[in-house]
């Protein structure tokens, strides 16, 4: 498909189904938690997302080797991604899906921060700072409510870890000979990385199986295939058609369709400062995001 110079319909639409897509997964990640130890969970599922990319890159003749000035730049982002979803499962543990995504969903802000030091060509216009205080205060809300005892404050804090690496990765990629790297062969090496890494930490956390039923594997195997590997290769994809900008302004439906995925398929307890939280975050990113 040819590049287009602004998001059309087929754009609006498979962007917000991408964003409920990842939103379900929140869901999908919490339920699979009950069979598996949230660390294992997420080294499983990038062993199999690393094999799944593996059999498409070959039957599409993508290479597998980095080019040598970008190895250094892949390893580290394949460290910080072991980190960031280390942190998101586990995250995932401990309190409700619907925190987790106000607090994880706040990387742009994050984002924008690095760039207003590192990249001079992004320096935070005044729509912008207005943007990042808004989701900077919907993220201190979520911290400080409680949700009648359903919230964890580790829990939290491990979401805005994940957030903090999430952003360094998309920084590391613009800011190292990796922005030139196709991005099946970044992901790939994430995904090589974070295995071995999140494997072999996952017994430092707990039990690697807890009571293992169908669901769980089908939990498993949706995180694989729909989100591991094809899930993010159709983002880098749809990356690759629209403008940066206008994609990544969709990324405000994601926290919104959490917490309502949250609240509809887990019960969760959504009070009225959760739902405070959720605007500030989503109308900052759109804020940022937009031109």
């Excluded at 280390?86 to 690095?114: E, H, K, N, Q």
Aim: with cysteine.
């Amino acid at each position: 498909m040819e590049r287009k110079s602004h998001i059309d319909t087929f754009g609006a639409v498979a962007l917000v189904l991408f964003a409920l897509n990842l939103a379900f997964n929140q869901v999908v990640v919490k339920v699979t938690n009950g069979g598996f130890g949230p660390v294992f969970l997420a080294g499983l599922r990038s062993v199999g997302g690393a094999v799944v990319l593996l059999l498409w890159m070959k039957a599409r003749g993508v290479s597998f080797t980095l080019p040598r000035s970008s190895i250094t730049a892949g390893v580290v982002s394949g460290g910080l991604f072991a980190i960031e979803f280390m942190c998101l499962f586990t995250a995932l543990d401990l309190t409700t899906v619907g925190r987790v995504s106000i607090i994880f969903y706040s990387m742009p802000v994050w984002l924008a921060l690095s760039a207003h030091v590192l990249l001079p060509a992004e320096r935070l216009s005044r729509l912008r700072i207005v943007g990042l205080l808004l989701a900077m205060g919907g993220v201190v809300l979520a911290l400080l409510d409680r949700s009648n005892g359903q919230a964890s404050l580790l829990g939290d804090l491990l979401a805005l870890c994940a957030a903090f690496c999430w952003a360094a990765i998309a920084m590391l990629v613009r800011v190292t000979p990796l922005s030139r790297v196709p991005p099946e062969q970044q992901l790939l090496w994430q995904l090589i990385i974070s295995a071995p890494l999140l494997v072999l930490a996952a017994p430092l956390f707990g039990d690697l199986l807890r009571d293992v039923q169908p669901i769980h594997l089908w939990g498993l195997a949706f995180q694989i295939v729909v989100v591991a590997s094809f899930g993010f290769l159709a983002w880098f994809w749809l990356m690759s058609i629209y403008p940066a900008s206008s994609v990544a302004s969709f990324s405000f439906l994601s926290p919104v369709f959490s917490v309502i995925l949250g609240w509809l398929l887990l019960g969760e307890h959504v009070g009225w400062t959760i739902w405070a939280a959720l605007v500030l975050v989503a109308a900052g990113i759109f804020l940022i995001n937009r031109k």
